[in-house]
């Protein structure tokens, strides 16, 4: 039984190739990675001509982005349940 919203592989599917659109218009030559909320790699793509680094950096990048999410949602749960003692 699912508790909390989480992504499915087709959302991830959706979320790359609008990533992969973006990227081709603006002829960026990166690497695409998608996280879950725990920063658990759900799928990694290095586009055609995006150096070997970049898979690195795209992969960290999404990490540091679900770290702070998390921070952020963890920290409104907390001022909604009142002080602490």
Known sequence: M???PA???????????????????NKWNVSIAVVDDAG???YLE??????PVTAEVATQKAVT???RAARRS???IASRSGPRS
């Open 2 to 4: 699912r508790t909390k």
């Open 7 to 25: 992504l499915t592989a087709s959302d991830v599917q959706k979320m790359v190739a609008a990533c992969k659109s973006e990227a081709t218009k």
């Open 40 to 42: 658990c790699l759900l």
């Open 46 to 51: 290095r586009l055609d001509g995006a150096g």
């Open 65 to 67: 982005s679900a770290a």
């Open 74 to 76: 963890s920290g409104r």
